[in-house]
């Protein structure tokens, strides 16, 4: 929102014209700053339209009810708020010369002017929460989609835990995987799979080193059935295209990472079998694990 629509006129000007859009009696009067605020009207008119299904949750309402209580306690309401001190810039004071000004307006005009910044700012957010929701099913080349991608950046960042975060990029990589089927651009094809192919490698290194210092079946688990589906689908659209096909290529390639990915998986299931934690190193898909001995029932080492 422009910030010289916090100026008392634009805003008094601002809820005239929301009245007259409601039917209320026109004004013949015409104000140099309609055109800035008829472009605002109807973006708040689109925003409306779109209707997003939000729900708050209980425990956000009751934070919202008492910060709102809190404040009220603390500021008042209407006749019992609390006039603001005014401030002083420089060697001016500002505040005085506009409380005279303030008291001679209608009160009804000044509450229906911050009642439209109020509405504004509510529909403002609605709208953003709806519209964060509604670009989950974004495909490449819709307007939703970078907010899409932004908000995957934002959930990994706020991951909790190394396998919160490794779950979090092989979702994703199956994602990338869905919005590559559905683009028809050769080179928007292999574009997505390629951020699939980092996502597959950031997910199952998190995972598979996890698994190995852990001993964790559930994070080795993850890795392997996600591969598996993840080689079915690729082999069904190599089955379905032709061999000169462009989208060949990056198919192949992700294949073969998967097939990295496996190894290491296979290593990392054996490594648990030994006890203690073996890692040494790392591919950029998971750990090196060294060779270890683990004895049997009868006291004979063995390998892995």
Known sequence: MNTTLLHRRRVERFAQLLDEAEGARRHHSRSTIDDELNDLLTVGYLLGDIKPQVKISEARREKTRLDLMAYA?????GVTAKPEKPSAVGRARVGAATTTTIATRPFARRVRARGAILVGLAVGTL???????????????????????????????????????GQLY???????????????????????LTDMDN??????????????????????RTVTDFSARQHTQINSI???????????????RSRTLLDKVDL??????????????????????????????????TGTPTGP
């Open 264 to 297: 290491r998986s296979d290593a990392v299931s054996a490594g648990m079998k030994c006890p203690g934690e073996h890692v040494i190193g790392s591919y950029p898909y998971g750990p090196i694990l060294a060779p270890c001995t683990a004895p049997t029932a």
């Open 238 to 252: 190599l089955g379905d295209i032709s061999q000169s096909d462009p989208r060949r290529d990056a198919l192949l």
């Open 199 to 220: 996502e597959t490698q950031a997910g199952a290194a998190l995972l598979l080193t996890y698994a190995a210092t852990h001993h964790d079946q559930r994070a080795l």
């Open 73 to 77: 306690e603390k500021h008042g309401i």
């Open 170 to 192: 092989l979702s994703f990589a199956s994602k990338r995987l869905s919005e590559a089927l559905g683009s028809s651009n050769a080179k928007q094809f292999d574009g997505l």
């Open 127 to 165: 709208a953003i929460s709806g519209i964060a929701t509604a670009s989950g099913d974004a495909m490449p080349g819709n307007p939703l989609y970078g907010l899409k991608r932004s908000q995957e950046t934002a959930q990994l960042a706020l991951a909790g835990s190394q396998v919160n975060k």
